[in-house]
Structures are given as structure tokens and as C-alpha cells.
């Protein structure tokens, strides 16, 4: 079986600068949970953007779910981050001037194989379901405006939405570090089990160290990044 | 997909997107009304006179006389004498005549010395001869017919008594009091100058001018009274101001209209009306175009407006615009969203200000009636006013490419980077 996550010698530069990113070899399992540690400036914007194909290597090869998207072209990287990631962000993660639920499914909206995914296709029975899952079952949550809610909830939102379709690689930059201790373990509780009842892969990328120990496994940015040692 | 999403997000900038939509529908209001305005007025101003023929009058300009003869504005610089009107008259190939006289005024209101075939052959819009509401014309000497405006504005009723006033001031201190007239006629609403005109006969121009010298009143005693006006052998003037003229075959119209031109015993000036009235819409057409570009800068501002209130809001957006590209947007559609927004906006306000426009007309048009003789038919859209509306869209969805274009580099250059 392929690799969730395979990126090799894979490198990045922002023009006229020097490497910001040398990664050798990179690899997460299926279903694995990976906490990926990495402090602001060690390049760990650029690794999601490449992950999400938003940008594109200088030079080796990034393995999603079993395809090389590197030679894919721009829109096709679109459709394919859409089709197979789910991202959840720090904080604000969600569109403004949408309900939740039509957060949560709007995937699916971009996404054909994330709707076909759906079980029935019942787009919104599965946005409340992920939701009742992810502790928000209360039932005023889907129909109250995004704003209104607390942080907490807007990130369990998130993680909703991230969720929806079967994804199979979730991408998590700092999604609890506007969170207070007990949310932040509730959260990452809620979003483990979840991940596992979908048998989604799972990296999670933050600075805060005192997570690590829910994880599979732990990385350090600065351990695969060679182009940070040369500059160290 | 795209379209409901931008349906939202303006729907969530519901009050800027509100003003916007209303910027755009003033000024779209302003336009169509515009467009309106000017062709009810270039209709009604074509329809002011028609089946007349010719128009003769002293020679002066072309335009002089029309405005004179027709428009009841401006004065005749000469006269024509009673002689000459009668030579050609009597022409065999002329059907008929209708003289005129002006020069005197009552309340503002023009007075007009004819004869009762001016409410015979007169006719305007086309085939719409004059109609009497109430009355009829003139059987006695001191008889007035007014037009609608007048018998409105004053509230003059049949039997009336109305004082002509001398010259043609709107309060005028030399009345010809002595000899008042008896409104016998009250013509409808017809949407020209007519409406305006207080009709009077031709020879009561003469009575009352009997004693006058001039522009001065008369010494005292050497007044002549009313009755004896009347009973004056002969009230033929020996001068009328214009007459108009209609031809027993229209093909000999250029051939009289030449040997009047060419008359020798008096410089006379005979024109067609169709086409002076052309000429002189020309010439108030100048006018009427420095209108529609004001109009069109006005909704230039309008969309300036939008595309303001869009800019502006991208860097707050520059955030939703990468949640929407992290769910698997492309860039494309972030482009589609905003142009989405901008031809919602501008769409949105045209169809605001077709509304507001034929509100406003709707409510305005009585008025513009009544106090301008201005018919504004309430019709529906033409294919112009379409194309005008069709071009305001598709220049609103130009205009959104410009900020669509950024958010689409922004969106290049964030990815999926939170930007605050």
C-alpha cells in the first residue's frame, strides 16, 4: 500500500532567496496521526502549500494517497487538494456569510467524488451527523450564524467541514492554539476518534510540544528539513 | 454553485451592497428618464403642428418664424400686409388659410387674432384636429376660445369675462379694459402651445387696437368706445402676422412655397414645417445630448461607486478567499465570484432604477402634462433603452474585473495562507 504523505527530495526557494525547504525523504503512513513541530520561519507554511499544491516544488516529488502531484498542472492540483485534503486552520476558519451547515458541506460543493463520497449523497444529514460527532448535536448550532459562535465551536466547524466526503489526508495548521488547555484536548480528542472512524491520515502541525504525546509519532520541522541545518 | 455564494456574500455586506445597489439605480433612473424625457419630447415637439403646408410670415429667419408662429415665442419683426396675405389666399392651388395675429397678451397667456378656420384646419400629432371640451367658435366679434391650459390656470369657465392686455408682459398696466370678450370656447388638452393660447378673432385684434398709437395709451376723451368699436364700418387689419397655409395638392408645395419666397411687392418668408421644426430640433437636440452625457457620467459614477465598495473589500476577504481555495477552489473561481458579485450589483440596480424611472414617471407624468404640455407615454422599454441597460451590466461586469484580476493574484500568492 502506498504512503498517505511521500515527499521526496523535494526542494523550495521563494525567488531571489536562498532554500527554505530540502526534504530528503518524508513519509506518513495510512491512518497514521502525525504531529509535525515546527516554530514560525522553518518553512512550515511553504511544506502545507506544497502538500496542498498551491505551489510547486523546484524540484523533487510530492505523493498523495498514491498519486505524484507534481506534474499535475495548477487547476488539476486544485481539484485534486479539494478531492482528497481537508484543512483545518488557527482560527477563522470559516466563511463568514454562510451558515454552518453550508460550511460544512461546501466540499462537496467543489468537490464531486467528496459529494459521491457522502453516504446517499444526504449532504446535509452528514454535515449534522460529523457535527453531533464532533459535540456540536445541539440542535440551534446548524442554524445559528457562524459569527455567533464561540471559537471552540467554530473550530469543531471547521473540523466538520475538513471531515466531510472521506478525505483521505487531513492537514491541521495550529488549528487549537486559540483554544484554552481542557478545549484543546477535547478538540483533538474529538478529531482523532473521528479521523479514525474514516481512516483518515492525520498530520497536525504546531509549535506547542506539550500535544505531542496524543500522537503516533512526532516530528520535528528542522529534522527533515536539511536546507534549515545548513542555515543553522 | 459560484452564483449563490456571491448571492451570500452580498447578502452579508447587505448594507454596502444596498447603498451600492442604489447609486447605481439613481443614476440608471436618471438616464432612462432622460431617454424618456427626449423622446416624448422630440415626439410631441414633432407632433406640435401638422397638415399645414406652408408657413408665411414677414422675412426674417427660418426659425424666427416657426418660434413665433408656432411656439408663441419670440416676436415677428414685421408684418404681413393684408393685401399679400389675400393674393395668395385666393391662389387656386391654395385650400385654405389660417391668419394670425399676435402681439397682445392676457395673464401671460398669448393672444392670438385668427378665424374660425384655424380650429378647422389646425391639426397636430398627426391627424388630431382641435376639439371643443365646451363651446364652440367664435360667432361674435368680442368671443374668446381658450386653450386648456389657460381656462385651467385662470379657471375660466364659458361666459367668462377676459381683459386683453397690451404688449406682452406678463402684468401689464395698459389693458384693454373697455372692451372686454366673453369666453365662448374652451379647446381639450393637445400637448402643444395651443393648450397655452387665448384664440380671439381677427378683427377684434383690430377693434381693440382702434385707438391705440402705437405702444402708448390713448389721450383721455379720445377713447372709442366698445359698441362703437363694434360698430365700426371696417375691421379688416391691414396687417397680420404670419398665416399658415393649405396646399389643394401637397406636390405644389416646393413651387408655392418658392413663388412666395421670390414675391415681389414684399419680402416675404414662407418655410415647411416639418421641416423647420427638424432644423430646430437639431439646434434644442445639443441640448438634450449634453442631457443623456451627463446622464451617462452620472451612472459611470454608480459603478465607480461599486467598484470602490468591492476593492475595498478584498483585503478584508483575502481570508475567505483562501478557506474557499483550501475546499478546492480555483483561482478561477475566485475570479468568477467577484465578477459574479459586480454584475449581481450592477444587475440588481438597474432593475432598481427601471423601477425607480417608471415610478417616478408614473407619478410625474400628470404634472408634466398639466403644467409643461410634456406627454410621457408610460411605454414599455425600447430595444435602445435595452441595449442602453444591457451595456450598464456588461460594463458593471467589466468594471469587476478589475478587482476579480486582484483577489485572483492575491489568491495566487496567499494559497492557503490565512491572511488577516
Known amino acids: 500500500m502506498t504512503a498517505a504523505i511521500h515527499a521526496r527530495e523535494l526542494t523550495y526557494a521563494w525567488p531571489n532567496k536562498p532554500a527554505l525547504l530540502d526534504v530528503r525523504d518524508f513519509r506518513i503512513e495510512r491512518g497514521e496521526r502525525v504531529f509535525l513541530r515546527g516554530p514560525s520561519g522553518s518553512g512550515k507554511s511553504t511544506l502545507l502549500g506544497l502538500l496542498g499544491g498551491v505551489l510547486e516544488p523546484d524540484s523533487g516529488h510530492i505523493e498523495l494517497a ?18 482528497h485534503l481537508g484543512f483545518i486552520f488557527q482560527m477563522f476558519n470559516l466563511i463568514p456569510y454562510l451558515g454552518v451547515l453550508d460550511n460544512v458541506v461546501l466540499p462537496a460543493r467543489f468537490s464531486a467524488a467528496r459529494a459521491a463520497r457522502v453516504p446517499n449523497g444526504d449532504l446535509e444529514g452528514e454535515a449534522r451527523r460529523l457535527l453531533d460527532a464532533l459535540g456540536l448535536g445541539a440542535r440551534d448550532i446548524a442554524s445559528r450564524p457562524v459569527t455567533e459562535l464561540s471559537i471552540g465551536q467554530q473550530q469543531r466547524v471547521a473540523a466538520a467541514r475538513a471531515l466531510l466526503g472521506k478525505p483521505e489526508i487531513i492537514i491541521a495548521d495550529e488549528p487549537t492554539s486559540s483554544l484554552d488547555a481542557d478545549a484543546r484536548t477535547d478538540f483533538l480528542n474529538l478529531l482523532m476518534r473521528e479521523c479514525g472512524t474514516q481512516g483518515a491520515t492525520l498530520l497536525f502541525v504546531s509549535h506547542d510540544l506539550a500535544l505531542g504525546g496524543l500522537f503516533d509519532r512526532t516530528v520535528q520541522l528542522a529534522q527533515i528539513n536539511r536546507a534549515l541545518e545548513v542555515a543553522a | 454553485m459560484i452564483f449563490s455564494l456571491a448571492l451570500r456574500s452580498l447578502g452579508n455586506r447587505r448594507s454596502t451592497a ?10 440608471v433612473a436618471l438616464l432612462l428618464g432622460v431617454q424618456k424625457m427626449r423622446t416624448a419630447a422630440r415626439e410631441s415637439f414633432a407632433n406640435t403642428v401638422s397638415g399645414v403646408d406652408l408657413i408665411v410670415g414677414a422675412r426674417s429667419g427660418q426659425l424666427n418664424l416657426l418660434l413665433y408662429s408656432v411656439f408663441r415665442v419670440g416676436d415677428a419683426t414685421a408684418n404681413v400686409s393684408w393685401e399679400s396675405y389675400q ?28 378665424t374660425n378656420d384655424y380650429f378647422r384646419h389646425y391639426h397636430y400629432a398627426g391627424e388630431r384636429a382641435l376639439v371643443f371640451t365646451e363651446g364652440k367658435p367664435f360667432a361674435a366679434l368680442y368671443d374668446v376660445v381658450l386653450g386648456a391650459d389657460v381656462a385651467r390656470a385662470l379657471g375660466y369657465r364659458l361666459g367668462s369675462e377676459v381683459v386683453v392686455a397690451h404688449g406682452l408682459g406678463n402684468v401689464s398696466f395698459a389693458l384693454h379694459k373697455d372692451k372686454p370678450f366673453r369666453v365662448v370656447g374652451i379647446l381639450a388638452p393637445t400637448g402643444t402651445p395651443v393648450d397655452r393660447t387665448v384664440h380671439v378673432p381677427l378683427e377684434a385684434i383690430t377693434a381693440i387696437h382702434q385707438d391705440f398709437q402705437g405702444a402708448s395709451q390713448p389721450a383721455i376723451g379720445a ?6 368699436a ?14 399658415m397655409v393649405g396646399m389643394r395638392s401637397k406636390v405644389m408645395t416646393f413651387t408655392m412655397q418658392r413663388a412666395i419666397n421670390e414675391y415681389r411687392s414684399e419680402p416675404l418668408l414662407a418655410i415647411i414645417p416639418g421641416v423647420a421644426l427638424t432644423q430646430l430640433w437639431n439646434l434644442v437636440g445639443i441640448a438634450d445630448t449634453a442631457l443623456m452625457v451627463i446622464a451617462g457620467f452620472v451612472v459611470l459614477a454608480g459603478l465607480l461607486g461599486m467598484l470602490t465598495a468591492i476593492l475595498t473589500s478584498l483585503n478584508e476577504r483575502r481570508r475567505e478567499m483562501a478557506i474557499l481555495r483550501s475546499v478546492g477552489a480555483r ?3 475566485i475570479f468568477t465570484l467577484l465578477v459574479t458579485e459586480a454584475g449581481l450589483l450592477a444587475a440588481s ?5 427601471v423601477a425607480l424611472c417608471y415610478g417616478l414617471l ?9 403644467h409643461y404640455g410634456l406627454v410621457l407615454p408610460l411605454t414599455g422599454l425600447s430595444t435602445q433603452d435595452a441595449a442602453l441597460l444591457g451595456a450598464i451590466v456588461v460594463a458593471g461586469l467589466f468594471m469587476g474585473s478589475w478587482p476579480a484580476w486582484r483577489a485572483y493574484r492575491n489568491t495566487l500568492s496567499d494559497g492557503l495562507t490565512l491572511r488577516v
Do not use: C, Y
Not at chain 2, 363694434?230 to 398665416?243: G, H, K, M, W
Open chain 1, 66 to 83: 498514491g498519486t505524484d502531484i507534481t506534474p499535475l498542472s495548477a487547476s488539476a492540483r486544485d481539484r485534486f487538494r479539494g478531492d
Open chain 2, 18 to 27: 444596498l447603498l451600492t445597489v442604489a447609486a447605481i439605480a439613481v443614476s
Open chain 2, 87 to 114: 393674393k395668395i389666399a385666393r391662389h387656386p392651388d391654395v385650400a385654405w388659410t389660417i391668419p394670425i395675429s399676435l402681439g397682445d397678451s392676457h395673464r401671460g397667456f398669448r393672444v392670438l387674432g385668427t
Open chain 2, 223 to 228: 377713447r372709442i368706445g366698445a359698441s362703437a
Open chain 2, 230 to 243: 363694434r360698430e365700426q364700418v371696417d375691421l379688416t387689419p391691414q396687417s397680420i402676422t404670419a398665416f
Open chain 2, 331 to 333: 483561482p478561477r473561481h
Open chain 2, 349 to 353: 440596480g438597474v432593475l432598481a432604477g
Open chain 2, 362 to 370: 408614473f407619478a410625474a407624468a400628470p404634472l408634466l402634462e398639466r
